[in-house]
T-cell receptor, first 115, second 112 residues
Framework: DTGVSQNPRHKITKRGQNVTFRCDPISEHNRLYWYRQTLGQGPEFLTYFQNEAQLEKSRLLSDRFSAERPKGSFSTLEIQRTEQGDSAMYLC?????????????FGSGTQLSVL | AQSVAQPEDQVNVAEGNPLTVKCTYS??????LFWYVQYPNRGLQFLLKYITGDNLVKGSYGFEAEFNKSQTSFHLKKPSALVSDSALYFCASKLNDYKLSFGAGTTVTVRA
């Protein structure tokens, strides 16, 4: 499978615990995005990487959220001291080429449930 | 700022009938508009995009979308719907070089 891969598919955690999600983009894609989707809403932009550089971070991301993309390959999204409001589907996407008309390739997402 | 709105939460059509999913946009400048589809347990998939040029854009799976500047709309259409088109459809606009703003989504159900 050469698509975007996200792990785990599901994560159930207790409030206050830390969680980490992983995204493996399509190998030749230099851009990587994280979005968050809650029930009944469209995906909301969280952050963006160009290779290993994190170029933009949404105000939606509190200080409890951190994302990395070491060596410009896979990316991790960590949430510290989880809250019930963090429950959502976390989507990763990757792309290449011109940013003007780019086509994003999305993974299947990680569904986080905070109890 | 650019954003999109999808006025219908759900659209129900019979197989073989035309399908329209509505999207309106509010834009400063030239809009970059997209449609994505989300099938159950699968990631969002790109359908089509409008950047500039022809107002009628053709995309994947027989879908097309019509850009209408006077009505600030970008409706998704398919002449003859299939049961397999049942999914969640998102309209999106590009806020800047890398940030998409998605609508809330429209659930399409095509009955046999």
């Amino acid at each position: 499978d050469t698509g975007v891969s996200q792990n785990p598919r599901h994560k159930i955690t207790k409030r206050g615990q830390n969680v980490t999600f992983r995204c493996d983009p399509i190998s030749e894609h230099n851009r990587l995005y994280w979005y968050r989707q809650t029930l009944g809403q469209g995906p909301e932009f969280l952050t963006y990487f160009q290779n290993e550089a994190q170029l933009e971070k949404s105000r939606l991301l509190s200080d409890r959220f951190s994302a990395e993309r070491p060596k410009g390959s896979f990316s991790t999204l960590e949430i510290q001291r989880t809250e019930q409001g963090d429950s959502a589907m976390y989507l990763c996407a990757s792309s290449e080429g011109s940013t003007t008309n780019e086509k994003l390739f999305f993974g299947s997402g990680t569904q986080l449930s905070v109890l | 700022a650019q954003s999109v709105a999808q006025p219908e939460d759900q659209v129900n059509v019979a197989e073989g009938n035309p399908l329209t999913v509505k999207c309106t946009y509010s834009v400063s400048g030239n809009p970059y508009l997209f449609w994505y589809v989300q099938y159950p347990n699968r990631g969002l998939q790109f359908l089509l995009k409008y950047i500039t040029g022809d107002n009628l854009v053709k995309g994947s799976y027989g879908f097309e979308a019509e850009f209408n500047k006077s009505q600030t709309s970008f409706h998704l259409k398919k002449p003859s719907a299939l049961v397999s088109d049942s999914a969640l459809y998102f309209c999106a606009s590009k806020l800047n070089d890398y940030k998409l703003s998605f609508g809330a989504g429209t659930t399409v159900t095509v009955r046999a």
